[in-house]
């Protein structure tokens, strides 16, 4: 935890390696503070098919998933660095965002916390 998923038009990768446009993603997030380096994930998902408005040819959006907790200071400013940095890549991008959202620590599971011997639930178990 967090993710975060880059959803982009297949062209932005024209531009930009998906290593360059994930590891901006990952410092900028990094650099908040708010997470231990080795439990950020980012991925990058390009599409070939989408539509946009008139006059945008091009895309690029961050959705950012993280356990609940922080405030909306933090996530404002975690998404607004986010934004910062790729706008510095993609100067010429018809269409750059970034949006925030919570998991629920109480409806969240993943493989450690559902480990017979985890009895601490400690969702680092075992990594």
């Not at 922080?70 to 269409?95: D, G, H, M, V």
Request: with cysteine; net charge negative; glycine share 4%.
């Amino acid at each position: 935890m967090p993710h975060f998923i880059i959803e982009c038009s297949r062209d932005i990768l024209q531009q930009r390696t998906p290593d360059e446009i994930m590891d901006t993603v990952y410092t900028a997030a990094d650099s908040t503070g708010l997470f231990t380096p080795n439990d950020i994930k980012v991925r990058l998902q390009p599409y070939e098919y989408f539509r946009l408005g008139n006059e945008k040819k091009n895309f690029l959006h961050v959705f950012g998933y993280i356990m609940e907790g922080r405030n909306t200071e933090q996530k404002a400013e975690l998404s607004k660095k986010i934004c910062k940095e790729l706008t510095a890549l993609f100067a010429e991008i018809s269409f750059l965002s970034v949006n925030i959202n919570e998991f629920e620590q109480a409806t969240y599971s993943n493989k450690a916390l559902i480990h017979p011997e985890n009895v601490e639930q400690n969702r680092h178990f075992g990594l």
